[in-house]
């Protein structure tokens, strides 16, 4: 009888194709620089992402079927971002998360919208993609809402009303955008912008002669626009000419990194943030848990939106796997329940009510401000 059973399963795989093998797996795509200067912003997003799909996958996929992650390099490079994507689309994958820098979003949009993909990005915030009918969604402020607060912040006090912007090229969608809005909402309130100082990380920089150059405009404060290691090798040169001005930083900056490589330099740093990883919620504490253990570090900003975009995905999921209907679906969200807060889209896919606040740095942490 066990013979007979037995011989009977295996004729059933034979005749029924899909009989006996795994379902196919749901794809979901990532793309992120991940090997520039400013890798970190995206090896972080990447671990989010993974973490999520790592989760479901622990609990038995969706519907049965496990999720594939295919992460995809674009360099920050046009041609390899394009291809990047064409590739994410030949593999068939129902959404992609990312990507996680402004110049290359503005670069694949068009891309994702002819071969109708949906795109969460974790941290772009260029205004050029806001009030679109598009396939581009993000959990992430807009420059507009971060360069009016730090417009506001520093107008309201007459000692740090003329601000000198140095700000990195190579991610010109994200910096020359919030640049350009932050110098309207700054000259509306009585302040100026006495110089703009642009670099490109993809060519050699002297970061001595940027550091000069907006100390000799004579500003009250100086703004720094670009990753992690940059702004930290800016600060440093400013330390070393005796620049003993406030210096204020953009969410671009926002990692360890900032202060294992800046050091002493960037003590009293001011810098805007999106997420307080303090946060003594269980839910916050489960995923800072979960990320520590998984990935050996710390998690930031990115890696807490990739988490929180990629759980919009997989939650849509539950539902439809096909890119059209998840378009639809995420349209529909009025309120998804984030790490830290409730996450809601307007009917443009842009996030509502961002959390977003100034910190600064003390004693090698960074500590909200009062």
């Not at 953009?250 to 800046?262: E, M, N, R």
């Not at 504490?285 to 988490?307: D, G, I």
């Not at 759980?311 to 796997?321: D, H, N, V």
Request: proline share 4%; aromatic share 8%.
């Amino acid at each position: 009888m066990h013979r007979l059973i037995t011989a009977i399963v295996l004729m059933s795989c034979f005749l029924l194709p899909s009989g006996c093998k795994e379902p196919e797996p749901i794809r979901i795509g990532f793309l992120g620089e991940l090997t520039t200067r400013a890798a970190g912003l995206s090896t972080s997003g990447r671990d989010g992402f993974l973490l999520a799909i790592e989760e479901v996958n622990a609990r038995g996929g969706i519907n049965n079927r496990k999720v594939e992650a295919l992460v995809q390099d674009t360099h920050m490079h046009k041609a390899t971002a394009l291809h990047a994507v064409r590739s994410l689309v030949e593999s068939k994958v129902s959404a992609i998360i990312g990507p996680m820098t402004s110049q290359t979003a503005v670069t694949v949009v068009p891309e994702i919208n002819r071969a109708r993909i949906p795109m969460i990005s974790p941290t772009v915030s260029t205004n050029k993609l806001n009030g679109l009918d598009d396939y581009f969604f993000r959990v992430y402020y807009t420059n507009a809402q971060a360069a009016t607060l730090l417009a506001e912040e520093l107008s309201s006090q007459e000692d740090l009303s003329r601000v000198a912007a140095i700000y990195d090229l190579s991610n010109s969608a994200y910096t020359e955008n919030w640049i350009r809005h932050f110098q309207e909402v700054l000259e509306e309130s009585g302040g100026s912008l006495v110089a703009r100082i642009p670099f490109d990380l993809r060519s050699d920089t002297l970061f001595h002669d940027l550091a000069t150059e907006a100390t000799e405009a004579k500003p009250q404060v100086i703004l720094i626009l670009a990753n992690a290691i940059d702004t930290a090798m800016i600060c440093q040169q400013l330390t070393k000419i005796g620049a003993e001005l406030p210096r204020y930083a953009t969410g671009w900056s926002y990692s360890d990194d900032l202060i294992q490589f800046g050091g002493k330099s960037v003590e009293g740093l001011h810098i805007i943030q999106s997420v307080d990883l303090q946060n003594p919620s269980a839910t916050m504490q489960r995923f800072v848990e979960a990320y520590q253990e998984r990935f050996r570090s710390s998690p930031n900003f990115p890696a807490l939106h990739a988490y929180d975009a990629t759980r919009m995905i997989l939650a849509i999921m539950e539902k439809t796997t096909n890119p059209q209907a998840i378009r639809e679906e995420l349209l529909k969200i009025e309120s998804f329940e984030g790490l830290q807060s409730d996450l809601s889209l307007d009917r443009y896919g842009d996030l509502k009510h961002p959390l977003l606040h100034l910190a600064h740095i003390t004693n090698g942490q960074f500590i909200m401000n009062e």
